[in-house]
C-alpha cells in the first residue's frame, strides 16, 4: 500500500502551464493517496524589478485574479480556493474568457462581492506572503507553479513544475506522480529539461 502524500500546489492562475499541471495533480488523486492543498503565487511578483516584461503585463493585470484568488483563500479557505480555481481555469483556460471571475465565484458557491479584491490593493500583502513561501522553498530562478510534497514521514520535498502538456490521466497521471518524486528525491538533482509545446493546449 502506498504511503498517503500531502502536497501543496502553488500557482498563478493566469498562467496556462500552471492550469495543465494542476489538472494532472487532481487526476492524480484519484489514482494515488494525495490530499491537494492550494496555495497562491504571483508572475506579477516573481518578475518585479526585471528590466524586460516576461508577461507583457504593463498594465499590472495579472494582479487582478492572483488578489481574488488570495481573498478567496483568506476568506473561505484552501478549499474554497481550490473550486474556485477550478472553476477560474475552465472559464480562462478551456473557454478563453478572461473576464470570468464573477461567473467563477458563482460556481465555487461563493459571494460575487469576492471579486472586488481584485482592484484591491488590500489583498496584496496576503500574496506576497504566500509567494514568499514557494520560493523559500526552490529559489527565484524558477516559476509557477511550486509543488511541495509532504510524505507520512513527515519530510518534505519540493519543486517547480512539473510542466506538461497535455493533462495526463488515470495510470499515465499515477505514473508521473512517481516519477517526479522519484527524481525530487535524488540528493542534488536539480533540473530535467527540453523544449516546451508552443501550445499548451487543455488536455
Known amino acids: 500500500?502506498?504511503?498517503p502524500y500531502t502536497a501543496e500546489?502553488?500557482?498563478?492562475?493566469?498562467c496556462p502551464y500552471t492550469w495543465i499541471t494542476s489538472r494532472w495533480l487532481v487526476e492524480t488523486a484519484e489514482v494515488r493517496p494525495v490530499t491537494v492543498r492550494w496555495r497562491v503565487m504571483s508572475l506579477s511578483v516573481l518578475n518585479e524589478g526585471r528590466a524586460d516584461d516576461p508577461e507583457?503585463?504593463?498594465?499590472?493585470?495579472?494582479?487582478?485574479?492572483?488578489r481574488v484568488c488570495a481573498a478567496v483563500a483568506e476568506l473561505y479557505g484552501e478549499e474554497?480556493?481550490?473550486?474556485?480555481y477550478a472553476a477560474l481555469g475552465a472559464e480562462t483556460h478551456e473557454r478563453g474568457r478572461w473576464d470570468a471571475t464573477a461567473d467563477a465565484l458563482a460556481a465555487a458557491g461563493l459571494p460575487a462581492e469576492t471579486a472586488e479584491a481584485a482592484?484591491?490593493?488590500?489583498?496584496d500583502a496576503a500574496v506576497r506572503a504566500?509567494?514568499?513561501e514557494a520560493v523559500a522553498l526552490v529559489g527565484t530562478d524558477v516559476g509557477t507553479p511550486v509543488l511541495a510534497v509532504r510524505g507520512a514521514d513527515g519530510d518534505r520535498t519540493a519543486f517547480?513544475?512539473?510542466v506538461v502538456a497535455p493533462v495526463p490521466r488515470g495510470g499515465a497521471a499515477g505514473r508521473l506522480w512517481d516519477g517526479a518524486l522519484l527524481l525530487a528525491g535524488v540528493p542534488g538533482f536539480s533540473e530535467l529539461r527540453r523544449a516546451r509545446p508552443r501550445d499548451p493546449g487543455t488536455g
Not at 482592484?119 to 489583498?123: D, E, L, N, R, V
Open 1 to 3: 500500500m502506498r504511503p
Open 9 to 14: 500546489f502553488w500557482f498563478d492562475p493566469s
Open 56 to 66: 507583457g503585463d504593463p498594465e499590472g493585470w495579472l494582479w487582478h485574479p492572483v
Open 80 to 84: 474554497a480556493l481550490g473550486r474556485f
Open 119 to 123: 482592484g484591491s490593493t488590500a489583498w
Open 130 to 132: 504566500s509567494h514568499a
Open 160 to 162: 517547480f513544475g512539473p
